[in-house]
């Protein structure tokens, strides 16, 4: 299983890339691999403003369905338009190809908040 330790993550199985104010989400690779073949994904549109732990979207593979939570407080600035036509991006490539949205962060406060990649790796182990 692939943890980065570069990333922060959260207990819903989200993954967080700080660039200052600006952050990356997506899901991690236990998480995908849990989901099976992702094959849509419902994301927010720019400019939603969400808090940490509210739901921003769905993502649909082939066994189920799952809510993503926002990991983060702050407002969408962009979608992964990619996923809409491959969505397996998100199976082949989570931390990469795969990401789904990014945010610009309102309470970088939050950051102590996540996981680190060991505390993740705990967790699903």
Do not use: R
């Amino acid at each position: 299983m692939n943890i980065p330790e570069k990333l922060f993550y959260t207990v819903e199985h989200e993954w967080v890339d700080f660039h200052q104010d600006e952050v990356t989400i997506g899901i991690t690779d236990y998480a995908q691999s849990q989901l099976g073949d992702v094959i849509f994904v419902e994301f927010p549109k720019v400019g939603d403003i969400f808090s940490a732990g509210d739901p921003f979207g769905e993502i649909e593979a082939v066994k189920t369905v799952s809510d993503l939570y926002a990991p983060v407080s702050g407002t969408v600035i962009a979608v992964n338009e990619i996923i809409e036509n491959e969505p397996e991006s998100v199976n082949s490539d989570p931390y990469g190809k795969g990401w789904l949205i990014k945010v610009q962060c309102s309470s970088p406060e939050e950051k102590p908040d996540l996981l680190s990649s060991a505390a993740y790796e705990e967790l699903v182990s």
